[in-house]
């Protein structure tokens, strides 16, 4: 019984959930940087020896310009879920019409 406790506290605490969920955001924050990192590459005609060389000024720029993309891929993903989600809405007088028209027959 004495070994059981400590199990169901765990789940109080919350600490057997929050180790997974920091592998997961370390697993994304990591998946996100070399995301960055190729299209930095890729968009950015420069050529370097080697990227640890880059200077801050010159990294900062490309962050800025990483950063403008994710914003407007981020627009445009809001944009389509509002579109997905928003009931479509339908024009009264357009509905009327065909039952007007077998009310007159």
Same mark, same amino acid.
């Given at each position: 019984?004495?070994?059981?406790?400590?199990?169901?506290?765990?789940?109080?605490?919350? %600490?057997g959930?929050l180790?997974? $969920?920091?592998?997961?955001?370390?697993?994304?924050?990591?998946t &996100?940087?070399r995301?960055?990192?190729?299209?930095?590459? %890729?968009?950015?005609?420069? %050529? *370097?020896?080697?990227?640890?060389?880059v200077?801050?000024d010159?990294?900062?720029s490309?962050?800025?310009?990483?950063?403008? &993309? *994710?914003? $407007?891929? *981020?627009q445009?993903?809001? *944009?389509d879920?509002?579109?997905?989600?928003?009931?479509?809405?339908?024009?009264?007088?357009?509905?009327?019409d065909?039952?007007?028209d &077998?009310?007159?027959?």
């Open positions: 019984m004495a070994a059981s406790i400590p199990d169901s506290t765990k789940g109080w605490e919350r %600490e959930s180790e997974g $969920k920091e592998k997961k955001m370390k697993k994304a924050v990591v &996100l940087k995301y960055r990192r190729g299209l930095v590459r %890729e968009k950015c005609s420069i %050529e *370097f020896n080697s990227w640890k060389m200077r801050v010159l990294n900062n490309m962050q800025k310009y990483v950063d403008d &993309l *994710f914003k $407007k891929q *981020f445009q993903w809001q *944009f879920l509002q579109q997905a989600t928003e009931p479509a809405q339908v024009n009264d007088a357009a509905v009327d065909p039952v007007d &077998l009310e007159e027959e």
